[in-house]
DNA sequence: TTAATTCGTAATCACAATAGCTACAGTTAG
DNA sequence: CTAACTGTAGCTATTGTGATTACGAATTAA
């Protein structure tokens, strides 16, 4: 199950979607957003970082310092956020089957490929959702999807 | 990022596969799967409990026993492994906003409903391929995914 | 019956990832 | 200069995963 503890994700969903909220009060303090987020300041500022380098947020130091959006709450999708969180890791997790198996080479052969699919799969539906539809809670309703309940 | 180090839905996939390919030569011990995928026989013991109880497989004590799949590979889908081993665990990883904060409330309830959707969105592409499918490498080409690349 | 094999499971250990926390250097506004 | 911030580097606590050992129960072969 690849459920993991990361939480990195719905603590960026949070704050972008905070700062989306204030985009017209100047920018906000990391202190700020970790009392919203109920996480550390140092873990907003960890999690912010790549966000900040990928334009989608922008950060000023000193006195009047702090976070803010630096596009449109509007164009940034959470698959957007997902794919910058998630790096190269794999959604299912693999394993490290015996190389001299023919049978281990076959299946860890399949399931990249259909991790790759699954990921896919994810970063779709998340690019059906933006800040800006987090922040109004109009979330777009669920697609039926094929094969499935 | 979900990405947890769980590699039990991958030991499923390959064990299920490895017995889809003996199931004319009678079972196979614990001992010979863990060989196969690298990992230790009591692991694989634990990993295939929820699978026995779900009626995929069956084990048996004793001198030549060992597991065996209950039934057909075709009929076994990877998405009937994955929610068997994935549980109630969130795909997405969640976090503990601070409840006094209207904002935290609004995304947290945002964020629960997206990882339902996306837990579906998995489920319904793991839908999509059997142990069978595995077996035969012959996994379904992707399916092309509505507004992604 | 006895011995060998194999599952079932508990207990313990090591390792890695996550996140909390402190500390401190660098920046900026007033 | 000073106060308020970010940016990081450490260190620690907690947790999840999986390896390992151990032992009991079930089954088969002799």
Not at 120 to 129: D, I, N, Y
Request: glycine share 12%; hydrophobic share 40%.
């Amino acid at each position: 199950m690849p459920s993991s503890k990361n939480t990195q994700f719905a603590v960026a969903v949070h704050v972008l979607t905070y700062l989306a909220g204030q985009a017209e009060g100047g920018p906000v303090s990391s202190d700020e957003l970790s009392a919203s987020t109920n996480v550390n300041p140092v873990h907003v500022r960890r999690v912010l970082g790549p966000l900040r380098e990928a334009g989608l947020v922008c950060s000023r130091p000193g006195v009047h310092g702090g976070w803010e959006l630096a596009r449109p709450a509007g164009d940034i999708t959470l698959a957007r956020v997902w794919r910058l969180l998630q790096g190269d890791d794999q959604v299912l997790g693999l394993h490290g089957p015996n190389p001299d198996c023919p049978v281990g080479r076959g299946v860890q052969r399949s399931l990249t490929a259909i991790d790759g699919a699954v990921a896919e799969a994810v970063a779709a539906e998340l690019e059906r959702s933006t800040v800006q539809d987090v922040l109004t809670r109009e979330v777009r309703g669920a697609r039926p999807v094929p094969g499935q309940a």
